[in-house]
């Protein structure tokens, strides 16, 4: 945790939610990102590693990071629901963090299960409300059933996959986005967990968000 970081503790449809807000030292925002983690059964946490470099990314250009635990994850209530809780989780945390009526942007970030839930948020976002940028890590293409993104958000979209990912075949991700005709931005020699390659990462990321 830096000294920007922030404990929230939000209302869910499980009961409270965890949560972290990173933030700029000046105080200013270009907007918020809602970021969401791994797979709750498998010792996914707003605290893995990939999420708190997203995180860190985000907040290198000016935005304000919001990470949470999913139900039945650290002090978050409720229990796991294989991603239908989990949304409503989601839609919950960026009511509270990002109303449309006073947010200057919104972007949303998941890794691996959490990008499938960040899927389908946008699915039930993208007609009400528009998202600025928005970034896939380790798409859970092979476990889960993935929301296309909507063809106007493709520019705005970063979907980055480690070629080396043991835990979802890149092959799967590729499938997933061929039909959309959906970029897949591939890290040679890199696996799911970005193990070494975490400045990488954020560099990417960087680069996508300063585009």
């Given at each position: 945790?830096?000294?920007?970081t922030?404990?929230?503790?939000?209302?869910?449809?499980?009961?409270?939610?965890?949560?972290?807000r990173?933030?700029?030292?000046?105080?200013?925002?270009?907007?918020?990102?809602?970021?969401?983690h791994?797979?709750?059964?498998?010792?996914?946490?707003?605290?893995?590693?990939?999420?708190?470099?997203?995180?860190?990314?985000?907040?290198?250009?000016?935005?304000?990071?919001?990470?949470?635990?999913?139900?039945?994850?650290?002090?978050?209530?409720?229990?796991?629901?294989?991603?239908?809780?989990?949304?409503?989780?989601?839609?919950?945390?960026?009511?509270q963090?990002?109303?449309?009526?006073?947010?200057?942007?919104?972007?949303?970030?998941?890794?691996?299960?959490?990008?499938?839930?960040?899927?389908?948020?946008?699915?039930?976002?993208?007609?009400?409300?528009?998202?600025?940028?928005?970034?896939?890590?380790?798409?859970?293409?092979?476990?889960f059933?993935?929301?296309?993104?909507?063809?106007?958000?493709?520019?705005?979209?970063?979907?980055?996959?480690?070629?080396?990912?043991?835990t979802?075949?890149?092959t799967?991700?590729?499938?997933?986005?061929?039909?959309?005709?959906?970029?897949?931005?591939?890290?040679?020699?890199v696996?799911?967990?970005?193990?070494?390659?975490?400045?990488?990462?954020?560099?990417?990321?960087?680069?996508?968000?300063n585009?």
């Open positions: 945790m830096n000294l920007h922030q404990r929230l503790t939000l209302s869910g449809p499980a009961g409270e939610i965890e949560a972290l990173d933030a700029a030292a000046d105080g200013t925002s270009r907007g918020v990102v809602v970021i969401t791994p797979h709750p059964l498998f010792g996914g946490t707003m605290t893995n590693k990939v999420v708190q470099t997203l995180a860190r990314a985000f907040v290198q250009c000016g935005w304000s990071a919001v990470r949470f635990n999913f139900r039945g994850v650290g002090a978050t209530q409720g229990s796991h629901d294989e991603g239908r809780g989990e949304l409503d989780d989601l839609l919950a945390v960026i009511a963090v990002a109303p449309a009526a006073s947010t200057p942007a919104l972007a949303l970030a998941g890794f691996s299960f959490g990008s499938f839930v960040v899927s389908r948020a946008v699915q039930r976002l993208w007609e009400v409300r528009p998202i600025e940028k928005l970034v896939l890590v380790g798409v859970a293409a092979s476990r059933d993935v929301a296309p993104i909507p063809p106007a958000l493709h520019l705005q979209t970063l979907v980055l996959h480690g070629e080396k990912d043991d979802v075949p890149l799967d991700v590729l499938d997933w986005a061929r039909p959309q005709a959906l970029p897949v931005l591939v890290a040679p020699g696996e799911h967990f970005f193990h070494g390659q975490l400045p990488l990462l954020k560099n990417l990321v960087v680069r996508h968000l585009y």
